[in-house]
């Protein structure tokens, strides 16, 4: 049973208060470490801290109480002047923090958070009453252990050279501290900020329990009016369709009758969608929710690789769909980390390569028409696409044919791929976790996509762009025979006709060459195992993430909003989900990617060249 029988509300709203203050104070931390004479920074931390420790009091979590007012103890020394702001010191407090969202963790758990460590709880209290150091260090700030990592790439190959890079031994053998790029083993590290979604903790006993994601939603009640405002007006108009139906049966179908059934029906039209509207930005949360976890994991990281990165936060009022939000906190965790520890470089290589000695990583989020724009961008040394491609065809994920069609961007793509790391030397900071290829099947499974850019001596630009929302998909409808299949618009580049004469043979496949990229043509009869009855007469070029082919198709049905419908007890392979169209007929979505992995796939090389006839 739970230790909060018949409290479950009060520790909901606790838990989604209180850990939205401790995720401000770690922010502020962050700044204060950079301004440690801002007296206002130190009072908004006090603050802060002061109010979780009255909600923990109220619940009776005496160990998350005792916590809480040992490290405030702290924050009222160093705002009274009584105390200085030191390194150890702020590690100490990040200690603290991080022992607080753990035992954050129990709580949603439903248990009471066991007592913190007994060493940090012993040098908060040292520290409080400014006995030696030696009386009780400071533990350090808790970071991901050393942990072997097969198959990581040679950054040394894969990025442009930097000169003399600091040694670092682990686990007994001396490798490159940093390397001035980004990773692409296939491993993240370990973040200090647990994901929202699938928070392990260890509860009373030692026992890991996990917690299910948020269900709840913050609505602005300006919104909800909206909401009431509009489900009235429809009210209204169905009663007046109701009295025009009656009259219609009654044979009353004068002209000014049915014009009023035509004036009702439009009216219904756009107060329905209005209310289609309204109800989707219901669902709206600004991304700054998410970005605010992540000064902090920056900091924590910079500072165990003895960096200086700051990170820069935009568009933090960017509104994205909620569930979007959840999804992407743990790509985003692991492309932070992959820009600190291998994006940037170490001080003393930025300054003997002209730059500045601290590194700025961005993290920006803007609407761009109905897409959002994510971008995650550093100022370090860039990747070598030449060395990118190499190393693919030396894992026999391209062949060397395949390699040289390839230009930069799709160079930067192949990163994506898995199995392409070839890393045999372990890091610190990177573990067995999130590679690059499943953050490209995460952002995929949003119905979104990743773009790469980089410059050498410049940096790296990681752009992820996602619909505003995953309720309604906008989808185009192509035919074989009567048939209509839709596919996310968002991997449509262009529809062309294929005109056979300008079909060639290449590696005994059928490709077209469209401004001066030779592109494969694979027929979508062919990925979804149906016999090719002719020759397809139009191609739609789309682009993934690891490349750009052309989806021989039959005909087209136009363009369309698809509000989706999952499968729930049987998904056939392929089929993301069902829509309906304005007609009443169903039509099946499909899963480009799912369909394209497939072993019969033209993209693993193993589909023969389309048929003449």
């Known amino acids: ?6 409290m479950e509300d009060l520790l909901q709203d606790f838990l989604q208060e209180a850990s939205d203050l401790l995720s401000g104070v770690d922010n502020k931390l962050v700044d204060l470490e950079k301004s440690p004479e801002d007296r206002g920074l130190l009072n908004d931390i006090f603050r802060g801290f002061h109010t979780i420790k009255g909600g923990a009091g109220f619940l009776n979590a005496t160990e998350l109480v005792t916590l809480c007012h040992r490290t405030e103890t702290l924050f009222d020394k160093l705002r009274n002047g009584e105390l200085a702001l030191s390194p150890e010191l702020m590690d100490m407090i990040m200690a603290a923090t991080k022992g607080v969202r753990d035992m954050f963790g129990d709580l949603s758990s439903g248990v009471q958070p ?5 060493d940090l709880l012993a040098s908060l209290k040292a520290a409080a009453e400014s006995q030696p150091a030696s009386a009780a260090a400071p533990p350090p700030v808790a970071l991901a252990p050393s942990v072997a990592s097969a198959g990581g790439p040679d950054w040394d190959a894969l990025h442009a050279a930097v000169s003399g890079p600091p040694q670092t031994a682990v686990s007994g053998e001396v490798i490159p501290a940093a390397v001035g790029a980004h990773d692409v083993d296939g491993t993240e590290a370990r973040s200090n900020v647990p994901a929202p979604q699938a928070h392990k903790s260890t509860g009373g006993g030692g026992r890991r329990v996990e917690t299910t994601r948020e269900n709840t939603i913050r609505v602005d009640t300006a919104r909800l009016d909206q909401v009431l405002n509009l489900s009235g007006e429809i009210g209204l108009t169905k009663n007046r369709l109701t009295s025009l139906r009656a009259d219609i049966l009654a044979g009353k179908n004068d002209s000014e009758t049915l014009h009023a059934l035509d004036q009702a029906v439009s009216q219904l039209d756009l107060l329905v969608s209005d209310l ?11 991304i700054g929710r998410l970005f ?6 920056a900091r924590d990281l910079a500072r165990q690789l003895g960096k200086d990165v700051e990170l820069v936060l935009a568009g933090e009022e960017t509104e994205v769909d909620k569930n979007m939000i959840e999804d992407l906190s743990d790509p985003l965790i692991h492309l932070i980390r992959n820009a600190v520890d291998h994006g940037v470089e170490n001080p003393e290589v930025r300054a003997a390569a002209g730059k500045s000695a601290k590194s700025l990583v961005r993290l920006e989020a803007r609407q761009e028409g109905d897409h959002i724009v994510i971008i995650v961008a550093d100022d ?10 190499a190393k693919a065809v030396e894992k026999g994920l391209i062949s060397e044919e395949e390699a040289n069609t390839l230009d930069d961007r799709q160079s930067f793509n192949l990163i994506l791929l898995p199995g392409f790391s070839t890393k045999t030397q372990i890091s610190d900071v990177s573990g067995r976790g999130v590679g690059m290829d499943v953050v490209k099947t995460n952002i995929q499974k949003l119905n979104g996509s990743i773009e790469i850019r980089s410059e050498i001596g410049k940096g790296s630009v990681f752009l992820i762009s996602l619909p505003l929302t995953l309720a309604i998909l906008p989808v185009l409808l192509v035919l074989l025979g009567d048939q209509p299949f839709a596919l996310p618009l968002s991997l449509v580049r262009e529809i062309l006709p294929i005109e056979r004469d300008k079909v060639q043979e290449v590696g005994g496949k059928s490709t077209l060459v469209v401004r001066g990229e030779i592109l494969p043509i694979i027929p979508l009869v062919r990925l979804l195992g149906w016999p090719q009855e002719r020759y397809p007469e139009y191609g739609v070029l789309m682009q993934t993430a690891e490349r750009s082919f052309i989806l021989g198709v039959d005909s087209f049905a136009g363009r369309d909003d698809a509000v989706i419908k999952s499968l729930e007890d049987f998904r056939p392979h392929g089929v993301a989900g069902v829509t309906t169209l304005s007609n009443g007929q169903i039509v099946l979505i499909l899963d480009m990617k799912e369909l394209l992995t497939d072993p019969g796939s033209a993209i693993s090389g193993r589909v023969p060249a389309l048929e003449a006839g």
């Open 114 to 118: 066991p007592p913190a460590p007994a």
């Open 292 to 297: 605010q976890k992540y000064p902090r994991i």
């Open 1 to 6: 049973m739970s230790d909060f029988a018949g």
């Open 380 to 389: 370090g040394n860039g990747m070598v696409p030449e060395t990118i491609r």
């Open 276 to 286: 289609q509207n309204s109800v989707m930005k219901t669902r709206m949360q600004p």
